[in-house]
């Protein structure tokens, strides 16, 4: 069975910051810079194909925890938050009036004004994943990661997810023929150097 770990990339200004990036071409800080560039993908992962949204702050961290430059893959491009991005969650979901909302209350249609739906971002990635092969590593956003575990899962942004998505960490999903399924338990990366 082939088998996708997801890895979300490290800190950029903008997260720090509580800022929605989306497709913003935000480049890592160099406190993320300094944590990777201690850390690699454990064994079997890091034999595997490795691949990242073209954002740089995804395919940078692709290339710090491999030594390998990614292939591109334009699916893997973070939701677009349309009129969103920029702004921070914090000040849109203290304004009613902006019709933002938390993840737990989206459902597969919410919209950002002038961006994309999770429906539309999962349909995006259907063709990408079922042409997969081989085990990859997939350093991508976490609205990507969302939309592919949710799947994975059968939640449907209605309530807590049922995941955690933390920094650092591979999360795996068995890709058969029925569907993704997550893997329950999250791979972390390891020092460098260590066997």
Known sequence: MTRLALLRHGHTPWNRAGRIQGRSDIALDDDARATLSDLTLPSPWDRADLVASPLMRAVETAHLVSGQDPA???????????DWEGQRGEDLIAD??????????????FRPPGGETPREVLARLQPWLAGLGRDTVAVCHIGIMRMLMARATGWDFDG???????????????LGPDGPRLQ????????KGQP
Do not use: C
């Open 184 to 191: 329950p338990d999250p791979v972390r990366l390891i020092a």
């Open 96 to 109: 009613p009036a902006s019709g933002y909302r938390h993840i737990e209350d989206w459902g597969w249609d």
């Open 160 to 174: 807590p997810a049922p995941f955690r998505i933390k920094r650092a960490r591979l999360y795996v999903l068995d």
């Open 72 to 82: 591109q893959i334009p699916a893997l491009t973070e939701m677009n938050w349309g």
